[in-house]
């Protein structure tokens, strides 16, 4: 067991460290503040290297894994920076085309995740199906050699800044034996799942803002797809058949690193905390921080985020040696382990700050949204619990 990163890791996250907090939490606000991006931010870390660290050298990234991309939205977030973006694009989308899209796609598409000039998010939730991929409704239909995608899909992030949208989609199959007929003669088909890189300029798509009561430079939209027609390129992979496995390759990476972000997140606001109750004083000499009414809370969270540190460490580390259903298990786990620890230290920070954990300038508060959100996105509490219920604790799926 090796709790130790290696030197090349520790210098990674050292310099992402640097660069994060040359920014700050203050950078990170007023772009929020403004309706703006974090582009200075974002455009650096890509020149340096940071948003490609975990992909392949040959396509001009840096080589390593999640746990180097881990670590560098961990430090981001710590230096009051949680960019979700980074969960979205150099994680789950170029994870996806790089695992499971066709050579042309990777060499197309991979050297812009490596020096982040490419940002592509990412679109599976539904008004419609919500936790429930199984009902999505956004359908994919040959026209001759194109493709033709329609539905709805809610909540997606970064649109505004993104070149391509990864829509998840299904698309109709013949099931069974071909020719088989169904009760009306017809042929029958069922739907699957197929992964699209969609141009966020293309005819047919349309978006609207959502109003999110979170403190970020990102945003969140609606997006309507109608009859938006595509090549045949578009489709990830070489077939139909890359659909599930290519769904099922985001999530890993997905899981890790928003836990990442929010244990990033959580030592954020335990260190803002700790600096102000350990010299504020309105009790004589004595500081706030002396007073276990306060102290503890703070220590409490500490332990929380820590625990979940370390189980980004080994989910990252399961992930990175290619023992995926393993790491599916521990990913989860750290999700649901760093959005509880985040909001848990969030929320104490601003209690041990008292009246001014509340104003902008001590920049907790701005937090609230973002670490309120983390238990419900991008997967919840209650669909990780269902899923270590099922898989860990063998029991019945009640949905
Ligand atoms: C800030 C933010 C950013 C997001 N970015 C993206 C993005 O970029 N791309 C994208 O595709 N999506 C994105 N999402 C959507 C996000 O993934 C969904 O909100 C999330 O998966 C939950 O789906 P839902 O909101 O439809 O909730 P619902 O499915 O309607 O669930 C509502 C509540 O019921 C609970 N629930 C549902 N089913 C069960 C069950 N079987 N057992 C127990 N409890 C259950 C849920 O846990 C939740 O608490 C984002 C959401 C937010 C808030």
């Known amino acids: 067991m090796d709790f130790d990163l290696t030197p090349e890791q520790d210098q990674l996250r050292d310099a992402v460290r640097a660069l994060g907090r040359r920014y700050g939490h203050s950078y990170f606000v007023a772009k929020a503040k403004a309706g703006a991006h974090t582009t200075e931010l974002w455009e650096e870390a890509g020149r340096l290297g940071y948003l490609g660290v975990n992909i392949p050298t040959e396509y001009g990234g840096g080589g390593g894994g999640i746990t180097e991309l881990a670590i560098v939205c961990e430090e981001l977030a710590a230096a009051g920076c949680p960019l979700l973006l980074l969960v979205v694009s150099p994680a789950i989308a170029a994870t996806v085309i790089n695992k499971h899209g066709t050579e042309e796609q990777r060499r197309r598409f991979l050297p812009g995740f490596a020096d982040g000039s490419l940002k592509v998010v990412f679109a599976i939730t539904e008004p419609e199906a919500g936790s429930n991929f199984h009902r999505l409704g956004t359908v994919a239909r040959r026209d001759g050699d194109d493709w033709l995608l329609s539905g709805r899909k809610c909540y997606i992030s970064g649109v505004d800044e993104a070149q391509y949208v990864l829509v998840v989609a299904r698309v109709a199959v013949p099931d069974g034996p071909a020719g088989a007929a169904g009760p009306a003669g017809a042929a029958a088909q069922k739907l699957r799942p ?157 209690q041990a700050l008292g009246g001014a954990g509340m104003t902008t300038e001590y920049g907790v508060a701005t937090l609230l949204g973002a670490v309120r959100a983390g238990r419900i996105a991008p997967v919840s509490r209650e669909m990780i619990l269902n899923f270590v219920a099922q898989h860990v604790l063998s029991q019945d799926k009640s949905y």
């Open 194 to 350: 197929a992964l699209f890189v969609v141009p966020t300029d293309a005819p047919g798509l349309t978006r609207s803002r959502l109003d999110m009561e979170i403190v970020s430079p990102e945003n969140q939209f609606l997006l309507y797809l109608d009859d938006v027609r595509l090549p045949g390129d578009a489709l990830v992979g070489e077939s139909l058949d890359a659909g599930l496995p290519a769904l099922f390759a985001g999530l890993n990476p997905e899981r890790i690193t928003v836990a990442a972000m929010g244990a990033g997140t959580g030592r954020y606001a335990i260190e803002r905390a700790s600096e102000y109750t350990a010299t504020r004083k309105v009790w004589g000499g004595r500081t706030i921080g002396s007073h276990q009414g306060v102290a503890h809370p703070l220590a409490h969270a500490a332990v929380q985020v820590e625990l979940a540190r370390l189980m980004i460490h080994k989910a990252a580390t399961l992930y990175d040696a290619g023992r995926d259903l393993e790491a599916g298990v521990s990913g989860n786990m750290a999700k649901y382990a760093a959005g509880e620890a985040a909001a848990l230290a969030v929320d104490t920070a601003v």
